[in-house]
Nanobody
Framework: QVQLTESGGGSVQVGGSLRLSCSAS????????MAWFRQAPGKGREGVAA????????YYAENVKDRFTISQDYAKNTVYLQMNSLKPEDTAMYYC??????????????????WGQGTQVTVSS
């Protein structure tokens, strides 16, 4: 079973930046895709960015494209989410997730079988 641990959340002002980290351990060799999801208060969880562990091929939600960048460090077994030009609507709990399938359903949370505990991001004006 893969264990995922997020870190790097915090409070920033509008226009600021944060970098989230997701450290993976235990059975990661079977993981195909890693993704970041987020959930704002009173809303459902939405996919933000996904990356293929076997290469790169990042995918982004439209509302974060050109502001967020997902990347990975194989040696550290860590996935990152660099978030720039943050907006108040980016405020949410951010979750790291991993799945074992090769389908293209990058932002369907039911396809992911490993989840972290989440890290809070708060953007204030």
């Amino acid at each position: 079973q893969v264990q995922l641990t997020e870190s790097g959340g915090g409070s920033v002002q509008v226009g600021g930046s944060l970098r989230l980290s997701c450290s993976a351990s235990g059975g990661t060799s079977s993981t195909t895709w890693m993704a970041w999801f987020r959930q704002a208060p009173g809303k459902g969880r939405e996919g933000v960015a996904a990356i293929y562990r076997g290469g790169n091929s990042p995918y982004y939600a439209e509302n974060v494209k050109d502001r967020f960048t997902i990347s990975q460090d194989y040696a550290k077994n860590t996935v990152y989410l660099q978030m720039n030009s943050l907006k108040p609507e980016d405020t949410a709990m951010y979750y790291c997730a991993g799945k074992r399938t090769y389908d293209s359903e990058w932002f369907v949370e039911e396809r992911y079988n490993s989840w972290g505990q989440g890290t809070q991001v708060t953007v204030s004006s």
